[in-house]
């Protein structure tokens, strides 16, 4: 018999659950409140789905039955390479969600909107699922620029966004839920532990050129100089989409930096990569840290192009936990023996569920109720990254972790940071 506060199997499959089936997996997968486990599928998976009027007082799309979400990602143009991920965990999340009953009761229905790389079509896209599809949460977004473009549609029309990726930080929306990391978990902690491992100085920075790249080296610049007192000597960045580096190259092996600091996205990764060990530029001999190559950039790199470098990440797919083998396992079991699962995936896998605590907590999917469930401190995810706790400014409490890539596009895991708690504007930047 169920009580009213159960322990929900975060991870299940996507196959339809039984009562009986469901109660022996509540000790491996759990989505729970901080202090008090409660589980929205508790009351209304099983049980009696509470009135319509009484859950969406705001027009949005929600029946006695079904309700209506939203997913804007790119699943056309160059950021496609690395969006895919994010597209079907989020895809398999809901499917769990479902198979457990849904949120309030109510079976999620999913419109799938393509950005196609392009920011102007984000917002108008944002636009649409917001005011002709009146969705009540919209899953999705790579680049900071597509963020920042749907930004202002979220906060005129109330809508919620579940935002997954890394990124710079300097920016906080009752409307936004980052479920990446920002700057302070991912550019700070790993500078630390760069410099601290490999006794650097001096550091050669290349980016794409958007906010993301450009905001995150000024940020990166300002902690090499005035934290670590080491020097940057050299600075450049690359059209979104770029495919020669050869320029680039040719000036790291001039400067002969003590770290390449890599911040290029999406598929200009290919190039870029390819062209270094080209160049003779390995991690044999060069240490090269990145913010922005998970296992689905690795993919289309090619692990012999990657071996020896690192990236900086919450998660990677070789984390040797029962939790993540079991959501690796699942993930290919829907997607395929060779999806890759990086980090801006499983964040977006994380987005879901932290909707449903936080719907389910409020009773409700009016925006103004979630956002202030989403604010108690109160939320935690147990994801294959491990727990993560939402804290009141929106962004998660979670871990950094250091991977140095394998020649199969896996990588090792050589560090990982205790707890770092989100701090999006931290002093003096």
Excluded at 268 to 273: P, R, Y
């Amino acid at each position: 018999m169920f009580k009213k506060m159960p322990v929900v199997p975060a991870g299940c499959s996507a196959e339809p659950v039984s009562k009986t089936s469901f109660l022996p997996m509540h000790k491996k997968l759990t989505l729970a409140v901080t202090g008090a486990l409660f589980i929205a599928c508790a009351g209304s998976s099983f049980g009696a789905a509470p009135p319509t009027d009484k859950v969406d007082t705001t027009h949005l799309a929600v029946t006695d039955t079904e309700v209506t979400v939203g997913q804007l990602h790119s699943s056309t143009g160059t950021m496609a390479i690395s969006e895919t991920g994010a597209i079907e965990a989020e895809k398999l999340a809901i499917g769990q969600i479902n198979a457990m009953g849904g949120v309030l009761g109510r079976k999620i229905k999913l419109i799938q909107e393509d950005g196609a790389s392009d920011w102007p079509t984000f917002a108008e896209k944002a636009k649409k699922l917001l005011e002709e599809n009146h969705v009540a949460a919209i899953f999705g977004c790579w680049t900071s620029a597509s963020r920042k473009a749907v930004l202002p549609v979220l906060e005129r029309d109330n809508g919620l966004l579940y935002y997954p990726t890394f990124y710079e930080g300097l920016e906080q929306s009752k409307n936004v839920v980052y479920t990446g990391q920002e700057a302070t978990q991912q550019v700070f902690a790993g500078l630390d532990w760069v410099a601290k491992t490999k006794n650097a100085k001096t550091f050669y920075l290349i980016g794409s050129d958007y906010i993301w790249p450009r905001t995150t080296m000024k940020l990166a610049r300002k902690y090499i100089e005035t934290v670590l007192h080491g020097s940057v000597v050299g600075e450049e960045y690359a059209a979104l989409g770029s495919t020669d580096f050869g320029s680039t190259i040719n000036k790291i092996r001039l400067k002969k930096p003590d770290v390449i600091y890599a911040a290029v996205v999406g598929g200009s990764n290919v190039s870029w990569f390819k062209q270094l060990k080209a160049a003779g530029i390995t991690g044999k001999d060069h240490t090269l840290l990145t913010l922005s190559v998970t296992e689905d950039e690795a993919n289309g790199i090619g692990g012999e192009n990657l071996v020896g470098f690192y990236s900086a990440m919450k998660y990677f797919q070789s984390l040797d936990t029962p939790r993540n083998k079991e959501f690796v396992k699942q993930f290919k079991a829907k997607w395929g023996a060779d999806a890759p699962i990086g980090d801006v995936t499983q964040a977006g896998y994380e987005g879901p569920w932290i909707w449903k605590a936080a719907v389910e907590k409020a009773g409700s999917f009016d925006t103004d109720k979630v956002a202030k469930a989403e604010e108690s401190g109160q939320i935690s995810f147990d994801a294959p990254e491990g727990m993560v706790y939402l804290e009141p400014n929106h962004h998660l409490k979670t871990r950094l972790r250091i991977g140095e890539w394998r020649t199969d596009g896996q990588a090792d895991i050589v560090y990982t940071s205790d707890y770092i708690m989100p701090n999006p504007f931290p002093t003096g930047y």
